[in-house]
């Protein structure tokens, strides 16, 4: 089974392909963070995601979507434009007919660490203890999105 998880966001959006075989890890087949400029719009901005994430799902065909819930934050514009990305992403993953599953911080960590309190660098940790194939560096962003996806694997019991 092949996922795609995405940590939203609008000036960094983390993204990552997992696969998941029977009685094997999770493989990250593909992994991103996506930066757009403050220089642009908002609107070029949603565009700029929107293209790359229907890029993506072209290419690697993914059946599911796992993301995170929003994190209500202290900056209410912020908060309101991810949001909108989040809206978008939903759009496309319902265009290309993509299971979707939703997940709030609490319980990625949980399902990650099994400690809802988790830290950042703790759900760092045990994503590359639990995924093959991180190579490199990564960004926060990146590791969120795996870990979103884990979830997915997790909440799901798949295979």
Do not use: W
Not at 1 to 6: F, L, Q
Not at 15 to 41: L, Q, W
Not at 108 to 129: F, H, R
Request: hydrophobic share 40%; net charge positive.
């Amino acid at each position: 089974m092949r996922i795609i998880s995405i940590d939203p966001g609008y000036e960094r959006l983390g993204v990552a392909i997992i696969d998941k075989e029977k009685n094997t890890k999770e493989v990250v087949v593909f992994s991103d963070c996506f930066r757009t400029s403050a220089k642009e719009t908002f609107e070029d901005r949603l565009f700029s995601i929107g293209n790359s994430l229907e890029n993506i799902i072209s290419e690697y065909s993914p059946t599911a979507l796992s993301i995170e819930n929003l994190f209500i934050q202290n900056n209410q514009k912020t908060a309101m434009r991810v949001s909108e990305v989040r809206g978008a992403i939903i759009y496309i993953a319902k265009k290309y007919k993509l299971n979707i599953k939703e997940y709030t911080p609490l319980q990625i960590k949980l399902a990650v660490t099994g400690n809802g309190k988790s830290t950042k660098d703790q759900v760092i940790k045990m994503v590359n203890m639990l995924v093959k194939n991180i190579n490199g560096k990564k960004l926060d962003d990146e590791y969120d999105a795996i870990a979103i996806g884990l979830t997915y694997f997790v909440h799901n019991r798949v295979l």
